[in-house]
């Protein structure tokens, strides 16, 4: 792939949350999943914008991906905390 493209994506993603802008995140991450499916930095991202719509359940499950297709990676970890945050 063009993870350099992925990670851009997953960027954007990132700074939309930072502006208060979740649903605007959550289609930007829809986006980039798209083009660079099950991309972690993208799914981390889209699961803080999924909580932050009060959206627990999917938030829950989206870092369950990160999970289970990315064992070893830092976003795999980074899933693991806020999945036990979450309850």
Known sequence: GR????????????ALELLGQSVEA????????GRFPDNPGTLLNKASALKSLGRTDAAKQTLAVV???HPGHPA???ATQA????G
């Open 83 to 86: 999945l036990a945050r979450l």
């Open 26 to 33: 959550v289609v930007a991450a829809d986006e980039n999943l």
């Open 67 to 69: 999970v289970a297709k």
């Open 3 to 14: 993870p350099l493209f992925a990670e851009a994506g997953a960027t954007l993603v990132f």
């Open 76 to 78: 795999a970890a980074a």
